[in-house]
């Protein structure tokens, strides 16, 4: 079941996702782990090819986006994520620094983020926008972090989380020029971007936050929905790099 992985749940639907405003439903997210809105992007249904398990794997386009790990890693990971959403921050806090430690950081796997801000989030989108400004200077999984740790210090659950805080946390971020991050948001400088990884959601069927496709470009990419433990990872992982 989705309360089960702890996902934040979108059906299909064609919509400018600026326009999709459903905030009364948040609520009953946290008694299923889902939300139900219109899609936020129009798109199609993304090519699959079958995998050797029977499940159905995803062909992803590479984009420019930011990663961890080695370009040269055998596997990759794609999460796309919300960074107002609780359980990205449940992914984030129990399960990617054992991903990190076990093959991030060993140079088997390259850890890749890709946005999807969800419209009744109204944080998630200047947050993505911040990470990606900061990611112009090389601190892209810095200001990630620091999102992340900033909510949980508020407690658990949708926070309520605020453009201007996300600017003055921005501050706290060693080496970061946080006045050129301030101002490439004001700019709007990565909103093409952000809508990008939108509309390429919707073509692989994102359907709620977090959602992780893991494999290879050769053989297609296993989609994985929620804020799956590491055991959910791993044997995935195993067989990829056999």
Known sequence: MAAEHNAIVIPHGTVKWAAVFLIGLSAFSFLLGVIFSPALVSGGVADSVAAGSGDSRVKVTDVDAASMGSADAKVRIIEYSDFQCPFCRKFVEDTLPQLEAEYIDTGK???????????????????????????????????????????????????????????????????LDAARVVQCMDNDDKESLILRDLADGGKYDVGGTPTFFVGTDQKGYVPLVGAQPFEAFQPIIDEELK
Request: glycine fraction near 8%; hydrophobic fraction near 40%; proline fraction near 4%.
């Open 109 to 175: 796997v390259e850890f890749e983020y890709r946005h999807f801000p969800l419209s009744f989030h109204p944080g998630a989108r200047p947050a993505a926008e911040a990470a990606e400004c900061a990611r112009e200077q090389g601190k892209f999984w810095e200001v990630h972090d620091i999102i992340f740790e900033k909510q949980a210090e508020q407690g658990a659950g949708t926070i309520d989380l605020k453009e201007e805080d996300i600017k003055l946390w921005l501050s706290e971020v060693e080496g």
